[in-house]
Every structure is written in structure tokens, then in C-alpha cells.
């Protein structure tokens, strides 16, 4: 059996060195897709008007997201940026959530009054003409 070169063997260290060093801007942009979906899910919570609906909610992703942000500037914290973003996005939601509820509960409401005033205006024959 015939054991490869050192020639053989260092080709095969740059080529190892080489797709490592490919790799490592993914490594840097770790966190990113995660920081972008979580601004995102902050965006549309504060559209549906979580601050009105959901304000502890909305309070709790705006501050997550925030340190998701200074976790990934820094070296040492970067790693945990992207699982402080999913937590962010995730109260995000649910805040979202809570405040469509908040709102769809109220649209009920007012339907099931306009339904209750139809109702008695027929059995007492208001508007009868």
C-alpha cells in the first residue's frame, strides 16, 4: 500500500483551508435571515396596532429584537443573536396575534349590537311605515 506524499497531504490542507475560508462569511452572517424575519414580525405587529392591543407584547419583542441586534455586533455574543431574534419574533407574533383578536372581538361586538337593536326594533314595529 502506498502512503500518500506530504506534497499530497498539504494540497489536500489547502483545499480544507480553502473551503473554510468560504465558509466563514456564512458563519459571520449568522443571524441575519433570523434578525430580518423578527423586524418583520415587529413591523406587522405594530400595523395591526399591538401597541394599542398588546403593548407589554409589543414592548418585550421591540427590546428583544434590540438586543438580538447588539448580540450580533458583538464577537463574543453573536452566536445567541439568532436564537434572541426566533424569541423576538416569536412575542412579535403574538402580540400581532392578541391585538387581531383584540380587534376582530370588537368587529363582533358591534355586529351582535347592531343585531340586537335590529331585533327589538321588529318586535317593538319602529320603522314601520
Not at 465558509?23 to 399591538?50: F, H, I, M
Not at 349590537?113 to 335590529?118: A, S, Y
Amino acid at each position: 500500500m502506498k502512503r500518500p506524499s506530504f506534497a499530497r497531504m498539504r494540497h489536500g490542507l489547502y483545499v480544507m483551508a480553502f473551503a473554510f475560508a468560504l465558509s466563514a462569511p456564512a458563519w459571520a452572517q449568522d443571524g441575519a435571515l433570523e434578525l430580518a424575519q423578527a423586524r418583520q414580525a415587529v413591523d406587522k405587529a405594530t400595523q395591526a396596532d399591538a401597541d394599542q392591543y398588546a403593548p407589554d407584547l409589543i414592548d418585550l419583542a421591540r427590546q428583544g429584537l434590540e438586543q438580538a441586534q447588539r448580540a450580533a455586533g458583538d464577537r463574543r455574543e453573536r452566536k445567541n443573536a439568532p436564537a434572541m431574534a426566533l424569541r423576538a419574533a416569536a412575542d412579535a407574533d403574538l402580540a400581532r396575534a392578541r391585538s387581531e383578536e383584540a380587534t376582530a372581538t370588537a368587529q363582533l361586538q358591534l355586529r351582535r349590537n347592531e343585531v340586537n337593536q335590529l331585533q327589538r326594533q321588529l318586535s317593538t314595529g319602529e320603522d314601520r311605515r
